[in-house]
Structures are given as structure tokens and as C-alpha cells.
């Protein structure tokens, strides 16, 4: 992360200009990451303490105080954001990056937020799910006039409840949101005497990861901002497996991941050998007897999800969207299924005509996982990623939760491969078949008609039966 001025002397009274009275002498540094590795962020330096959050293959927004006031500045510009080693896309995002950093404050903190827009059009900032005056609320020709190019605005508010947030554009929005304008904003519980909340717990591992699509043609660059269904690329923080990074814990931690989803369409997420609970909606904090253990949360478009697990399993555990298109990397979705068509005989007659044409699905789609394919320049394979056991043909939204026994609190590294003590991974049967329990048979099936079932009668030769 390095942080540099971006205004100075005649510039800095020309962005204070247009600004009006929330301008001060100078405005904030502009931080900027530009890579796609997960940053831990430090212990807050000034303002309240809070425990911050690990925002994957992301960052968070640093902050100066000014007279008891939080400033941040957000600059919406042109990025270029690493999907995975291999892939990149030219995306909209802020300070670098795509998603752009994440905002942390704490219940009841004044917030000043300068954002610049180098965009080559206009914009504006929504605080979704925020509490705030309607001229804050950021939605351009309703609550303010649109950020025009090249000008700062400044956004300023008291964040009045705790809970996972989301920011993006109310200008443009379809084109500036499929172009990877976005960000989280967490609000961090204001504490009592003893360290604690009647509602929020306190986590020792606290993730945060926004659920984002495009449509990118295989060996281009950037999304088509018109698309509404037909998204190939499936992601994490604009991050693809296996570039996601992983979860970590120690076992016996308490786990909090926040999820929120500006994609088009819903997503159930799912987590491997642990139940959870949801203990935070997009409204704030779930009172505890509401709430009730699950294993995949379904996560709407618009919304934010936040749920919680004792990291009590040893392993390396899955997790992953549940809707199976959403783990693979860019697909063409009018392939047609060849399961079982008998190719012999037909390859040798179309490779006279394509010479790179070879068999593909007749057996299912698992030789993908493996097979080293020609592909476009910049073009993310359908199926990669490789555990120690081989292929996982898996990509798109899908990560791993990685539970051990000692590792260091605070330690976010990954610790590799899980090695399954004896005698607890599946093995090959080695004996005779023989040997094996017998298959219990299926029931016959019965010719007589079940009771309420529909009856047919058929016509009779001829066509007879078919008198009205």
C-alpha cells in the first residue's frame, strides 16, 4: 500500500472549491493498493478501538482525524484487477482497486468521506443500508447533483448503527456497477465498560468478501457493462478460485464472515463441516432467539448476510456458493451435453477439417479439470485449481476454511495442506466383491394402478377410441 498528495498548492484551492464548506486546508492522502493479496489491516492508530476486519484479497480504507472527525477519500477511477494468476479485467473501482477498500468506522463515529471521480463520466455514492441525512444518501438527480468528472464531493454523516454495509454508485448504475464499482463498510459495535454488546459478540476471526459477476468474452478485457444473465465469471472481491485466498482459524475460535451480494441474481452460501448461525441481516444485528443453526444461508441481490461458527473441525473445509455454475471459470453456456454420444468413427473425419477438434463430455466434464487446453490469451480456464489429491475442477466462488490445531492467534497465513490423521479418509475397497454387503434390491414395481392415481386408455387399432 503506498499513500501519495494528489492535490497541491493551486490544485488543492480548486478541489476545495468544489467541495464548499466541508473542505479543509488540505484534503486527505489518497491511500492505494494495487495488489490482490489479502491485506491485515493494523489495530486502529486513532479514534475508538475495534477489532478489524480481514477483507479477502482486499484492504481497509486508512483514516486521518480531524477534530473528533474520521476522514477518509475515495477516488472512482479506471483499475486494472488481477482475477487470478493469468486473468486480468479492466474494470471501475476505487484507490486501485475493485472492489474498492473497505471502510471501518465504529457506532457513533462523525464520518467525513472526500470522494474524487477520475472516471470519464459522472458519478455519485449510495451508503447502502446507512441510516443518514437524505442528502447524504447518494443517489444522483434525487438526492444531490452527480459528482461530474474531475471534481470532489464530500459525504458526511454520523454512522448511527453497527452492522455489514455495503458502497456503491446511484449514477449510471448499471454500467458503473457491472464495471466493478463497489465496496464494503463495516460499523463496528460501540462497546459497554466490561468489553461487550447485548447483541454482537466478539469474534476472534472476522472475514468480509463482496459477491461480484461480469460477462468477459474469452481473451478481451472488459465486461460487457448490457449484460443482465449470462455472466461467465463468478467472484469473490472481483478474485476467482483458486486465486480466493483462504479462511484460516484456530480451533475453538469463533468465526464472523460478512458477506454481501451486488451481483444479479441470488446466491446460497454454503459451508463444509460446520453449522452456523446468521446473527446479522442488512438491518442490523439478529436478536439471539431468532435465530437457528444452518449450513448454507441463501444470500438476495442487494443483500448482506453475516454469520457465525465455532471453528471446532479440524480440516480443510469447503466453502462455496451452492448454485454449481457459480464454481467454474468461464464457460460457453451453449455447449451441448454429449453424455453418452459415441464419438468413434466421427474424430478422425473432423479433425480432417478442424485439426484441433477433440472429444469432449461424452463422459462428463471432469477431463476438463485435467486436460491442458489451448485457451485465448487472458481467458480463465472452465475448471482449475489443484489440492493434493489431484484436480478439484472447481473455480469462480469457492474458497476453503482451513481449521487447525495451533495455529498463532492473529496468524492469517496459510498453513497448507491438511494431513487427515489415520484411519479418518475415504479409502479403496481392496478386497473381493464377494466380500462386499450386499446391494439391497429395489422394489418390484407394481402394474396395478395406485389409488388416485390418473388413468389412460389408450386407442385401439385403427384409431378406434377416439369418438366424441
Partial sequence: MKRRHFFSGAATAVAAASVGRAALAALPEIPQHGSADTAVPPAPPTGRPFRPVVTLNGWSLPWRMNVGVKEFHLVAEPVVREFAPGFVAHLWGYNGQSPGPTIEVVEGDRVRIFVTNRLPEHTSVHWHGQRLPNGMDGVSGLNQPAIPAGKTFVYEFTARRPGTFMYHPHADEMTQMAMGLMGLWITHPRLDARGRHPLIATADRDYAFLLNAFAVEAGTRTPRVNEMTDFNIWAWNSRVFPGISPLVARRGERVRVRVGNLTMTNHPIHIHGHEFEVTGTDGGAVPPGARWPEVTTDIAVGQMRQIEFVADEPGDWAVHCHKSHHTMGAMGHDVPTMIGVDHRGLVA???????????????????????????????????TGTGPYGPLEMGGMFSVLKVREHLAAGDWRDPGDYVQPPGTQAWEWQGAAADLPPAPAAPAASTAPQAGAATVRKPGPGGTGHAH
Fill in 349 to 383: 473425419k473432423i479433425q480432417k477439417i478442424v485439426p484441433d477438434y477433440m472429444v469432449m463430455g461424452e463422459r462428463g466434464m471432469a477431463d476438463m479439470g485435467a486436460m491442458e487446453m489451448p485457451l485465448p490469451e487472458n481467458t480463465l480456464p472452465m475448471m
